[in-house]
């Protein structure tokens, strides 16, 4: 009896150490739910991304139609849109965190691919989208502290990349959306 015992016994350590080893789910239950909250996260950058753009384009129209032009107004209004494209820089980063957990698990390589094309997203707006902006305001700054007329020739161009930039994300975004449901993620 005790010799069938230890057979079990042996056999159930045996099985929790190779089920461990390869994962028995559990990384897949751990990639998803990284997942949902990286794509979570994600969904409010967009809703971000958005508001920051309309807030933009709605100062450089009334700047360049001289509706505000007061240096204190634009001042403020060009800090409170850096501190909507802060957060939001801060809210990818936490995004990004998310989707780098599934890199580093085993046994899950449908959620590592998805997992890269988010990030890679992510990155885009961040090293390209918020840098526009950041730029745009910097360049409404520079031209409310000298006097001189904003270029809107090098605004209108900025304004472009970014808009190109936009829709390449939004293909990317279409692209880790397909592969998604196509892998049942």
Do not use: H, W
């Not at 990286?38 to 809703?47: I, S």
């Not at 409404?140 to 930039?165: F, Q, R, W, Y």
């Amino acid at each position: 009896m005790k010799r069938y015992l230890l057979l079990i016994v042996s056999i159930a350590v045996a099985m929790a150490m190779v089920f461990s080893f390869i994962g028995c789910g559990s990384d897949t239950a751990k990639a998803k739910e990284y997942m949902e909250k990286g794509d979570e996260l994600t969904l409010d950058l967009e809703t971000e991304s958005f508001m920051i753009t309309d807030e933009l384009i709605a100062l450089i129209i009334d700047y360049i139609e001289g509706r505000n032009t007061e240096p204190a107004a634009v001042t403020a209004k060009v800090e409170e849109i850096k501190d909507m494209a802060s957060e939001m820089e801060s809210n990818g980063e936490k995004a990004k965190e998310e989707y780098e957990l599934i890199l580093g698990l085993n046994g899950v390589s449908d959620y590592k691919e998805y997992a890269s094309m988010q990030i890679e997203i992510i990155e885009m707006m961040k090293d390209d989208a918020l840098e526009t902006c950041y730029d745009t305001l910097d360049k409404i700054m520079a031209s409310v502290n000298t006097g001189e007329p904003l270029d809107t020739d090098e605004l209108m161009e900025s304004v472009a990349a970014a808009v190109k930039m936009g829709k390449e994300a939004t293909e990317q975004d279409n692209e880790a959306e397909e592969y998604k449901i196509e892998n049942n993620l």
